[in-house]
């Protein structure tokens, strides 16, 4: 077995995954199923292996696997304009989680402050802001 040739373990080793991961990226359409010689194993690529790691970056910064699916056919192509377009797409959709995420920072911080403050041992203020919500 030569350095570019090798087992579905090795890729998934080599790519940072699991040997189910890569079947999982197999059957979406992600990464394709060689062929399988007569009484053999099925040999994958170090193209494989950077497919697999693509898509793992990817997730990593976001991007679901349609999100993916769609940025790997438009690298084929060098499509840059088109990728720029779902990344900031993308990017946009971080800035108002992060947004969301502060937002309920602020606000959780606010109700363990007052309960920290809280001398009534029967009424807690974060049960209380959640019962009775923003009224």
């Given at each position: 077995m030569t350095q570019k040739n090798f087992t579905i373990g090795v890729l998934a080793n080599k790519a940072g995954v699991t040997v189910e991961?890569?079947?999982f990226y197999q059957r979406r359409g992600l990464l394709a199923v060689p062929v399988k010689p007569l009484k053999g194993v099925r040999h994958y690529t170090k193209g494989d292996a950077q497919r697999v790691r693509f898509?793992?970056?990817g997730q990593k910064l976001g991007f679901t696997l349609d999100e993916i699916t769609e940025l790997l056919s438009l690298?084929?192509?060098?499509?840059?304009?088109?990728?720029?377009?779902?990344a900031l797409k993308k990017l946009g959709l971080?800035?108002?989680?992060?947004?969301?995420?502060r937002m309920m920072e602020s606000a959780l911080s606010n109700l363990v402050e007052r309960c920290a403050d809280n001398r009534d041992s029967v009424t807690c203020p974060i049960i209380q802001s959640l019962l009775?919500?923003?009224e």
């Open positions: 991961t890569i079947r898509i793992k970056e690298e084929e192509d060098h499509h840059c304009r088109e990728v720029k377009v779902i971080i800035r108002e989680r992060i947004e969301s995420l009775t919500g923003s």
